[in-house]
Nanobody, 125 residues
Framework: QVQLVESGGGLVQAGGSLRLSCAAS????????MGWYRQAPGKQRELVAT???????NYAASVKGRFTISRDNAKNTVYLQMNSLKPEDTGVYYC???????????????????WGQGTQVTVSS
């Protein structure tokens, strides 16, 4: 069973920085894209950033120039460096892994996407 575990959330003042990490574990053979969504109270979940398997990044317009996504394929881990944080960046941040191939323990393969449990980021003004 593949699991994604996030870390690095917390409380920070506006203008500050945080670094989120998300490690995927399990009998993983390959992962397509990895990335981050966030959900603010009362709002829909929105895409923040993604990193393709080759590391090519894609950002939401609201975070471009402030956030940097990176990944370490050897560790099945994706990172999100968040600088110049604003109160509107507050929310629960969820990582995901897309097109993930893993072993099912019975000699078969599983092809699916997975989500972390979320980590709270709060930016005070």
């Amino acid at each position: 069973q593949v699991q994604l575990v996030e870390s690095g959330g917390g409380l920070v003042q506006a203008g500050g920085s945080l670094r989120l990490s998300c490690a995927a574990s399990g009998s993983i053979l390959s992962i397509g894209a990895m990335g981050w969504y966030r959900q603010a109270p009362g709002k829909q979940r929105e895409l923040v950033a993604t990193a393709a398997e080759d590391g090519s990044p894609n950002y939401a317009a609201s975070v471009k120039g402030r956030f940097t996504i990176s990944r370490d394929n050897a560790k099945n881990t994706v990172y999100l460096q968040m600088n110049s944080l604003k109160p509107e960046d507050t929310g629960v941040y969820y990582c995901f892994s897309d097109q993930t191939v893993s072993m099912d323990g019975s000699g078969g393969y599983v092809f699916d996407e997975y989500w972390g449990q979320g980590t709270q980021v709060t930016v005070s003004s």
